[in-house]
Nanobody, 122 residues
Framework: QVQLVESGGGLVQPGGSLRLSCAASGRSFSSYTMGWFRQAPGKEREFVATISSGRTITYYADSVKGRFTISRDNAKKTVYLQMNSLKPEDTAVYYC???????????????WGQGTQVTVSS
């Protein structure tokens, strides 16, 4: 099983940028598909982005396409989420997760980090 720890959240003004990191420990990080999800207060957890183990497949939610970029460094066992042109509606707790397959469903991810808060506000 892989253990995940997110970092990089914080308070940012609308139009600003943040880069989230998710550091993994344990075996076989490079074999996992990695995803980012987010959950705003009173809402269900929603898919943000995913990247396959070999970095050949990336997929984004329509709400973040063109603004967010997911990447990974298998040597460092880290996955990143670069977030640009942030909007107040991006405010949420962001989670990284690991899965054996490429999917947008949180139910198919079996390892989760503790989350990092992102707040977009002036």
């Amino acid at each position: 099983q892989v253990q995940l720890v997110e970092s990089g959240g914080g308070l940012v003004q609308p139009g600003g940028s943040l880069r989230l990191s998710c550091a993994a420990s344990g075996r076989s990080f490079s074999s996992y598909t990695m995803g980012w999800f987010r959950q705003a207060p009173g809402k269900e957890r929603e898919f943000v982005a995913t990247i396959s183990s070999g970095r050949t497949i990336t997929y984004y939610a329509d709400s973040v396409k063109g603004r967010f970029t997911i990447s990974r460094d298998n040597a460092k066992k880290t996955v990143y989420l670069q977030m640009n042109s942030l909007k107040p509606e991006d405010t949420a707790v962001y989670y990284c997760a690991a899965s054996g397959i490429v999917s947008v469903s949180p139910n198919l991810y079996n390892a989760w980090g503790q989350g990092t808060q992102v707040t977009v506000s002036s």
